[in-house]
């Protein structure tokens, strides 16, 4: 049995997605800005899309949403644009990120850090939460832009949006908020909220890898991110990707249906279910409350379960899940939040994430439960540090491993 | 009839590409930097289509060829990772580029300019062609990169590449070519030439939109282009769109196959028949030889067909074709190309481009010159500036419009 529970390193495309998509390589493959039928022919694909994409987000019309190639671009875009217009070229030095951004806010910052510009690094807490009161003592007349991400990628922690951004309106700074893990999981409603940017991208929830988008609110205009044919209002040229954003399109109305019907409800509660079982296993930890997580991610610690190790068994079961972010996970160190947390480091290097989607089954996750049992007994049974489970208990009570 | 004639816009996506392509939206769609199956299931893919990128410009595997997402993308990098090296953080002061470049170089020269960049724009000759010679006075010991693309997008005319770059390399400045209309089309072969940079896109050999390339000589590194999770060895980060790079290179193998092989010398006989035959038509000019263009394009006017007007009758004959760049063609104004050249500004409203690709066939062209023909003898007919025809002979000997 395969089963994917990686979906916050990307998604399956939904076939309904890909459907939509087909059309725009060998059929309607026009340059939509040329003069002829070949283009006009992917105008209505485009424009319904956009719309979808507006929808999705409830973006005020008035407002951009300017199509990039992915989240990363998204990020960086708006915290380099911000560097120029206001810490190179304004009187301005100071981002404030929390410390637990990923590494395409991270990255970037260090970046900027280079080039003269301050940064702050909002902590979380033990339950791996900003607090937003915090924020507002690190704010000075010199900060520039304030960047915390709605949903956290390693622990769905999802953070105090609009408290934050409350804070960043009243403080008269601008704020950006990468949204990669929350839209599509969870209501993104930009009318009800001061966020300046959001970034978001298609594949986190089943639209095609390649294509994002940053939202940004009018009168907070950035610099282009591509200069050249004027593409997307000018913010960023190149010919259109059209049948990323029209699959974008098509993903987005799925994601948002799925968001305010009971889809998502459903994930919510495979994921309660399942993690309910696995903190039948003793020493187990999960530590953002599921409450205040977004439906579908749990990350869960096995003391004395290397996470790599773990991945390892799980993967020759089938099983697709991570030690943390799919954009760190080759470095094989230890996971980012658990550190920031300030787990002792042997249970930093035991985190696991499953991340499950709309399309995650019951006999799925049944399956992968039994994995995980046979995993942490395995693997108990050899560690080293770990004096827990004496290698003759493996072979009694198979339905019962672990759980004490 | 439909015929499509404005490849170098865009290109229809090869079926074979599109076919290669298909495993990675539904089935294959882990993402590449995760550790497990999903994951590695890609990887032959993204490994074989890599090979192919590196084989159809001949790159040597020492090389870098970084994936972007167009060809925007890759201009843009490469002149603003040097403006950051050489220019805000070094000693030089100075780009040059020739007047005819994509606006993606243009617009990004701009951009630099108002950062107090200096800017040096090498004229193109009548025949639209840049002259070497005038390279080497230019170039100062200020100069940071000489930016010239090696076929023209509106006339098709190849610049001289060869010996622009070893004119780079005897001032040792750098050297990027934006070579968009040159790969899949003429033979590119970075073994035998000087180039520190290439760009290219695949949506103009057959591949899909949303991809492209920048190639980067070893020694010659660039600063990020998005900073991150470090995919692309840290140039430029986010999830790989492996759908789109292995379309990428399975259209680059075709592509290069095409090149090498008598494809492209029939689509050249094709073009140089349609020429041929379109020059019968009086008062009509091309202004580069077509010796040294490539061999797909044709730019050219018809004295009194103002060129907007001409693209209408052609799209209601169910033809495709352009008044210049897409990337520009929103704008209606005169073709760039023709104003560099010197043409009178009613002239240079009268541009036509034509491309073909591979898939052009013999009946596609030979219905294209029976409207072309009508399209003239029409539009000249009611054209208060073009006293040509008069309006009694549209009637008269319809085999023959306008060949005198």
Redesign the interface.
Known sequence: M?V?L?NN?????A?QV?IE?EPY??QK???P???????SDTHPGLKTAMEKIYAGINAPTEDSVVIT?????S??WVLKSIYFQQILNGDKDHIIVSEVE???VL??V??LENLGCKVTYLPINNEGIIEADNLSDMITDKTAIVSIMWANNETGAIFPIDEISQICKEKNVLFHTDATQAVGKIVVDLQSLNVDYLTF?A?KFHG????GALYIKKGKELI?L??????MDGYR????????IVGMGKAMEMAAEAVESKKMDEVRRLRDEFEDNLLQIADTFVVTPREIRTPNTILISFRGVEG?SM?WD??RA??????G??????DLESNPVMEAIGAEADLAHTAIRFSLSRYTTQEEIDYTLKAVNSAVLRLRGISSSYAYSPPESIDTGKENNGHR
């Open positions: 395969n994917y990686d390193a990307t998604t399956i495309v076939p890909f998509m390589f060998v493959y026009g340059n800005n040329s003069l002829h039928a070949y283009a190639a992915c989240a990363t671009e990020n960086n990923h590494p395409s990255s970037t260090k970046f991208s594949h095609p890898k390649g294509v282009p591509l200069h050249g044919g004027a593409q040229s190149g010919t259109l990707n059209v049948a990323a790599e991945l799980l993967n089938g099983i697709a899940a991570s030690t972010s799919a954009c760190a996970s080759e």
